[in-house]
T-cell receptor, first 112, second 115 residues
């Protein structure tokens, strides 16, 4: 199994600013994922982050808006840049351990 | 492209009644299939998963799901619902290639339970 800690758990931010979300895992994992869950919606994959390589972004998401770092096998960050109210969502970090995906508690972001 | 459809956005059942949540997937090969539950303010919890073998899968909290290849379905069932089962349920498919590298989620089904 894997235990994931995400910080912050929630934040309220001004439009035009940026927020960096941290994801810490209690074991070394190859693949880490970042998802967005807009209000009342399902989870949408933003990008996959492997240690030592550039993140792979899904259609509709770009590195300039959502830069990701993966400095080691237990840690990753997602930055939401130049925020607008449309970025208000829950952002979740996920890892694969064996054949199971584990999720953090999420970061609830509100942009005002 | 892979996709997951959960036709029922919202379901209400009485406590003690049986439950079936529908899930249909689109994928060219045999997929990895999952059901997750998300309680209000909580993270996602895995209920059960199917990779291969017996098509009837048992999970936690008394849930089970049946993989039907002919119908491209993976419906979740519970014989008797408890009030604590009220939550959002997500079906997901993992692309299969010696493992899987991402999950595609359905839109979710919100379950309400009447006392």
């Amino acid at each position: 199994s894997a235990v994931i800690s995400q910080k912050p758990s929630r934040d309220i931010c001004q439009r035009g600013t940026s927020l960096t979300i941290q994801c810490q895992v209690d074991s070394q994992v190859t693949m880490m994922f970042w998802y967005r869950q807009q209000p009342g919606q399902s989870l949408t994959l933003i990008a996959t982050a492997n240690q030592g390589s550039e993140a792979t972004y899904e259609s509709g998401f770009v590195i300039d808006k959502f830069p990701i770092s993966r400095p080691n096998l237990t840690f990753s960050t997602l930055t939401v840049s130049n925020m607008s109210p449309e970025d208000s969502s829950i952002y979740l970090c996920s890892v694969l351990s064996g054949t199971e995906a584990f999720f953090g508690q999420g970061t609830r972001l509100t942009v005002v | 492209a892979q996709s997951v459809t959960q036709p029922d956005i919202h379901i209400t059942v009485s406590e003690g009644a049986s439950l079936e949540l529908r899930c249909n997937y689109s994928y060219g090969a045999t997929p990895y299939l999952f059901w997750y539950v998300q309680s209000p303010g909580q993270g996602l919890q895995l209920l059960l998963k199917y990779f291969s073998g017996d098509t009837l899968v048992q999970g936690i909290k008394g849930f089970e799901a049946e993989f039907k290849r002919s119908q491209s379905s993976f419906n979740l069932r519970k014989p008797s619902v408890h009030w604590s089962d009220a939550a959002e349920y997500f079906c997901a498919v993992g692309a299969r290639s010696g493992g899987y590298n991402k999950l595609i989620f359905g839109a979710g089904t919100r379950l309400a339970v009447h006392p």
